[in-house]
């Protein structure tokens, strides 16, 4: 791993994110109708609705508008979103990988376009920026809220199959394989551990700093593109302030 603390930004992020709870709720639903649609409403027998149900539960989104949009997928609906990703440079030469459900290609397409080019950054083609991220397993405990020292987490997700565990004052942030998480996931719950976050994320295989003179630019690109209501998620290879 390349000491790339998500849990970091996580937190730096949350209070920004929750200003924009309502669009987030929207973004959850689409998620969610699209996997109910593709494998079942049921998510004891759906593992990707799972993954997103709990996601949606994460992000406090009420439990009613989870039953909306998995009732919306029962019903037939004729409703279709097309999974995209695009690729590209944020200013500083910072990989960036967007993630998106769409209706509209064009619209979407356009949309991230303008967010790159208007704040400094360059779209990529297909591939340019993709192989420079690994789809990961992530799981957060927080401290405060377990008791377990870092051996005893150590030895519980060796066994479970994780891949690596990174220590910091305030959390414990384990890393699997895609095949792994959901059983290094469970099992953790099952040994009594209480999770801060598990989702399947994309990591960079290594980061690179922005520069002071284009944060301001990198930023409002990053919250530019996660505003559109077609984007789901968006990963960049951006060092942290303490990996610079």
């Known amino acids: 791993m390349s000491g790339h603390s998500k849990w970091h930004n996580i937190q730096g992020r949350k209070s920004a994110q929750d200003a924009k709870r309502g669009k987030i709720f929207q973004k959850l639903s689409r998620e969610l109708f699209m996997a109910a649609k593709a494998g079942g409403s049921d998510p004891n027998d759906n593992a990707a609705l799972r993954l997103i149900v709990d996601k949606a539960r994460a992000a406090n989104m009420p439990k009613d508008n989870i039953k909306r949009a998995l009732d919306k997928a029962d019903g037939g609906s004729d409703e279709h979103y097309d999974e995209v990703t695009y690729e590209g440079y944020a200013p500083g030469g910072v990989a960036v990988l967007v993630e998106a459900l769409t209706d509209n290609k064009n619209r979407t397409a356009s949309a991230v376009r303008v967010a790159f080019t208007r704040n400094g950054g360059s779209m ?7 192989y420079m991220f690994d ?11 377990n008791s377990q020292d870092e051996d005893t987490v150590l030895m519980d997700i060796m066994d479970l199959g994780a ?39 994309m990591i960079p295989q290594n980061t690179t700093p922005v520069p002071e003179d284009k944060q ?9 593109l996660e ?18």
């Open 124 to 130: 990529g083609s297909s591939g340019s920026v993709a």
């Open 135 to 145: 789809r990961k397993g992530y799981i957060v405990l927080d401290r405060t809220k």
């Open 163 to 201: 891949d690596d565990l990174q220590t910091s004052d305030d959390a414990y942030e384990i890393y699997t394989e895609a095949k792994e998480f959901a059983a290094v996931r469970d099992g953790l719950i099952e040994k009594g551990y209480e999770l801060a976050d598990s989702e399947l994320t």
């Open 216 to 224: 301001e630019q990198f930023e409002h690109m990053i919250d530019q």
């Open 227 to 244: 505003d559109d209501e077609d984007v789901s998620e968006v990963y960049t290879a951006a060092a942290d302030d303490d990996e610079e």
